[in-house]
């Protein structure tokens, strides 16, 4: 069993910030990746930034320069600072872990998402 618990998503102005966050608990041996997506009305959900075990990140087009994804102390907790935010970043944001699953002894990844939370940016 694995639990993701996001948090700070919400209403913001054109121009403004929110700070997403994401901790991973449970059955989990170790972390590969952990990742933000996103799924806006009528759209498929598309990466927004993802950080590797190895602190190595990857971003969307449409938000580098203004997101920066970033771990915790722990490395179980992951951020999405999202400055200069524009309505089309409007989405349900969705925090992804890929892991590897205690007492699993072929190695294999799982994956596993969370429940998602609202960012709105209006004009």
């Known amino acids: 069993q694995v639990q993701l618990v996001e948090s700070g998503g919400g209403f913001v102005q054109a121009g403004g910030s929110l700070r997403l966050s994401c901790a991973a608990s449970?059955?989990?041996?170790?972390?590969?990746?952990m990742g933000w997506y996103r799924q806006a009305p009528g759209k498929q959900r598309e990466l927004v930034a993802v950080?590797?075990?190895?602190?190595?990140?990857n971003y969307a087009d449409s938000v580098k320069g203004r997101f920066t994804i970033s771990r915790g102390l722990a490395k179980n907790t992951v951020y999405l600072q999202m400055n200069s935010l524009k309505p089309e970043d409007t989405a349900v944001y969705y925090c992804?872990?890929?892991?590897?699953?205690?007492?699993?002894?072929?190695?294999?990844?799982?994956?596993?998402w969370g429940q998602g939370t609202q960012v709105t940016v209006s004009s």
């Open positions: 449970g059955s989990i041996f170790s972390i590969n990746a």
């Open positions: 992804n872990v890929d892991y590897l699953r205690l007492g699993d002894t072929v190695g294999r990844i799982y994956h596993y």
């Open positions: 950080i590797t075990r190895a602190g190595t990140t």
